[in-house]
């Protein structure tokens, strides 16, 4: 059978599988709707708040940047699981002992204010969107390839898939649904993972084959052998090159980590485990689901680039024929040509690829010597190389087709839990907390099915022209929930004199900051062409990328509600009280209910 | 505050600072700051600096998450703050 009808296989049995839990689970009270009555173990909790948590940039685009920024990459890793523990030990249990159904609902309650719970109402839907913008990047990238398409027809077919099962479902059918979608995304990473790292290194377990011997009788380790590969193109070493600075990549970390526990759709996966202790280890569970696709990315990555670098470069550099033929490449090659997410000019006219670092001036030099004209690798998207993996390491077209079906379970899975978290914002903060206190639990689930809708063609929209790559968009939302609501909600709990004035000004100033500092770099709204200062390591601010600005936000969040809470009054006794009560695991019970 | 209350809280923050500590030196500090010169030590093929930032860390941040979850629950008996 051929690649195509067996990745139409799999991926149509996926998708009839999650569709299929959707309908059977369909939500029929608002309550289940947001948070899926209150029975579900801390386990499968865990394994769904991975699979929601994991998306397109985990999955496609994560091994990608680390293919092509080594060391550097830590931040991705780091950042997006440290923040769990942040999460586990700083919110989870409060916010579970509170329980209500939203993150704006705590806010606006612990800060006795309409106004409160409304700014935080806009701080979560300008992450979501975001966030939403770089999982349709993620989606498009699938379906372009899968389908063998445009990237455009591909978003316009994955916008009409989240909007069928994320509208039908609500959160009970995504919570089963989220289950069946982590083993298959879990799958597709881990396998070919397996049989790329026995290959080069002889070890089945990736994690080990990161730090083991190539097998290719070199008798270097994976590490050395791929420094060695790219070293001598030009390139940065990879087990040492850093992402702008190393103050960069601790800004950056700093603020994934605590965007990552400060995301509404995985704060609200905490209100729905049976019991505040439920709450703690829930958080540990999602982080073992996690971890194992995080602690496989660093192998995937690292083989991926070496694998790259020996299709194109199959001798040593320099010697004629060491570079390949163009004649003679593999079929995935052109097909991901096809998509224009990988370009090939024959600068120099001699029928072979030359693929190395042009702007290293010593390689340059080389180059020239050899007769090359330089790099002819014009365009290598990082967010195709995990989907290309398979594909470069000559696995079996099965395989293949099951990496596809687990990024789109990723993207989707992703996708559906941010729209709800938007949904349940607008329909149940804002229609029925602030508009219409009595509408009926039918107009409540219309308008948050309508809220739905709109969010999926507005970041359908702005995914035509994502700001960066799915993972770089994505943490450019992370940033945005660092400096927004991950202060509110930490000093919410843990500093009972931060009042109404301070959590609103210390939101609006963080997630302004942080707003202007990405706009003026990525354009206003990513529209193309409005930025006014361009995105390049000179302009930007102690050299701290626009994707890392959130860390700095949340600092001045943290400033500016201590600041302006000391000179406004006290909250009210009341409050104070509140504070305590939440402080405290005991008489959590029926908190969840209306 | 009635002063049991406020012990258990006390408690829980000594908790919390120490596990915190413990986040922040394993990530930032031997998977950023300290990389360079951890690389000298070798872990199989890799040094234990690119280690701790791409693995380590994320093995501990798994422990410490557990070991405080499992802390906590012997705390809310010990203050007889539990649910039932």
């Known amino acids: 059978m051929d690649l195509t009808t067996i990745t139409y296989l799999v991926v149509g049995a996926t998708f009839a599988l999650y569709i299929g839990i959707a309908i059977w689970a369909r939500a029929s009270t608002t309550g289940e709707f947001y948070i899926a009555g209150k029975g579900i173990h801390p386990v499968a909790n865990g394994m769904a708040t991975a699979a929601d948590w994991m998306s397109a940039a985990s999955f496609i685009s994560m091994a990608g940047l680390i293919a092509f920024n080594g060391y550097g990459a830590s931040v991705f890793l780091m950042g997006w699981t440290g923040g769990y523990v942040l999460l586990a030990l700083l919110l989870a249990p409060y916010l579970r002992k509170f329980g209500k159904f939203t993150v704006p609902e705590f806010i606006g309650e612990r800060f006795y204010s309409q106004s409160a719970r409304l700014v935080a109402v806009i701080c979560l839907i300008i992450a979501s969107v975001t966030y939403v913008i770089g999982q349709m990047k993620g989606i498009g990238v699938a379906f372009s390839r899968f389908l063998e398409t445009s990237y455009e027809l591909g978003l316009y077919i994955g916008m009409g898939i989240v909007f069928v099962y994320a509208v039908l479902g609500g959160m009970k059918g995504i919570t089963y649904t989220q289950i069946a979608q982590y083993c298959v995304l879990i799958c597709a990473y881990t396998i070919p993972a397996v049989f790329i790292s026995l290959n080069l290194t002889g070890n089945p377990i990736p994690q080990l084959g990161l730090i083991g011997s190539m097998t290719d009788g070199s008798g270097l380790t994976m590490m050395e052998k791929l420094d060695q590969v790219v070293t001598d193109l030009g390139f940065a070493q990879y087990s040492t090159q850093v992402m702008g600075s190393k103050f960069n990549m601790f800004v950056y970390t700093f603020s994934l980590m605590i965007g990552t526990a400060g995301l509404p759709h995985v704060i609200i996966r905490f209100f729905t485990v049976p019991k505040v202790k439920d709450a703690r280890s829930s958080a540990g569970w999602a982080l073992v689901f996690i971890a194992i696709l995080y602690t496989t990315a660093p192998a995937v990555g690292s083989m991926a680039r070496l694998n790259l670098h020996q299709v194109i470069q199959t001798g040593p550099v320099g010697e004629e024929t060491a570079n390949i033929e163009y004649a003679n490449v593999p079929a995935w090659f052109k097909k991901w040509e096809a998509t224009g997410l990988l370009a090939f000019e024959d600068k120099n006219g001699d029928g072979r690829i030359q693929y190395y670092n042009e702007k290293n001036a010593e390689m340059a030099a080389k180059a020239e010597s050899f007769g090359w004209k330089g790099n002819e690798m014009t365009k290598v998207d990082r967010d195709i190389m995990v989907l290309a993996n398979p594909e470069i390491a000559g696995l079996p077209n099965w395989v293949i087709a099951i990496v596809v079906a687990g990024g789109l379970a990723a993207a989707l899975s992703t996708a559906a839990g941010l729209l709800l978290a938007i949904a349940s914002a607008v329909s149940h903060d804002v229609i029925k907390g602030m508009i219409n206190p009595n509408i009926s639990e039918k107009g409540e689930l219309l308008a948050s099915r309508i809220s739905m809708a709109g969010a999926i063609f507005l970041a359908g929209y702005l995914g035509l022209h994502p700001p960066d790559f799915a993972a770089g968009t994505v943490a450019i939302a992370f940033g945005l929930a660092a400096s927004s609501i991950f202060p509110a909600l930490m000093m919410g709990i843990f500093n009972k004199k931060v009042n109404r004035s301070g959590a609103i000004w210390g939101m609006i100033s963080g997630i302004g900051v942080t707003m202007l500092y990405v706009f003026q770099h990525k354009g206003i709204f990513f529209v193309p062409g409005t930025a006014f200062l361009g995105d390049m390591g000179p302009n930007w601010f102690f050299g701290i990328s626009p994707n890392a600005f959130g860390g700095i936000g949340a600092l001045v969040n943290f400033a500016v509600a201590i600041m302006v809470s000391k000179v406004t009054a006290e909250p009210p006794e009341h409050i104070q009280h509140l504070v305590e009560d939440i402080r405290v695991p005991k008489g959590a019970g029926a908190a969840t209910d209306h | ?84």
């Open chain 2, 1 to 84: 505050m009635d002063t049991k209350a406020a012990q258990y809280w006390k408690a829980n923050l000594r908790l919390l600072v120490s596990l915190l500590v413990i986040w922040f030196v394993v990530s930032y500090g031997f998977g950023i700051i300290l990389a360079d010169a951890l690389n000298a030590i070798r872990i199989g093929g890799v040094g234990l600096g690119f280690w701790f930032a791409q693995q380590g860390s994320i093995y501990i941040f798994i422990v410490l998450i557990f070991f405080y979850a499992a802390r906590m629950n012997a705390l809310d008996r010990e203050f007889d703050v539990h649910e039932d």
